[in-house]
């Protein structure tokens, strides 16, 4: 009896990976962000945001309203405003932390730690922010290291960011001698994010100087130099 109940049990399992898996990442990523909770989240993130899948080479396109989220087969790419390269994993995970409709501290680092070198690599490539009277406007040193803090005390996300030959080169891990580093928590991120997003948009002399200003009283408060 028990032997029998085991098997079930994993026939079981082995079934509900088997048909999540047979479902598109579009899909999956519809039935997971049409919440409210989950779209106030990603508000002011992205408007459109492009998803490619690195092992099927899966290819879409999120649309954020405001309120809601639409989804599009492929990507154009004059129409996104980023394009992010995940796994299947990152999927799966999302799938879990976004069941219950609700974002916890922990889940919301899981979220953020998938997008967060992709995102910043992203926003990096603005020519503004790869500029570099940009990046003298707003004081950014040359060499930075950025940690995504992990509010549950687990091991926190790293990347390292190098400006070279007029543009930035965002790598994964912490590489030489950084002249600043960043602490950062998912909402800490999400503000970066977002703040600088409005001035990607925006695109005008004074929304770029207000980016800066607000910068610089920003990066004090989780950031340190050497």
Known sequence: MKKSLFIFLVFSKIFAQ????TKSSLEVFGAILQTPELSNYFNGV???LGIVVEETGEKFTIHNTGK???FENGIKESKVDFIVPVQLANIQNMVMHAKDGKIDLAESWRIVDVLFTSLTQETLKNPV???NWGRILAGVEDLIHVYLINPTGGEASRHTLIYVNDR????KGLHG???RTYRMTPEESLEYQRTVFKAIKKDTYCGWWEFSTWYKEWRKKVSVTY
Do not use: A, C, I, R
């Not at 088997?18 to 898996?21: A, L, R, S, W």
């Not at 930035?168 to 790598?171: D, G, P, R, S, T």
């Open 18 to 21: 088997t048909e999540t898996q």
């Open 177 to 179: 001698k950084p002249k």
């Open 168 to 171: 930035w080169l965002v790598v």
């Open 68 to 70: 809601q989220f639409t």
């Open 46 to 48: 992205f408007d459109n």
């Open 129 to 131: 922010m790869s500029g």
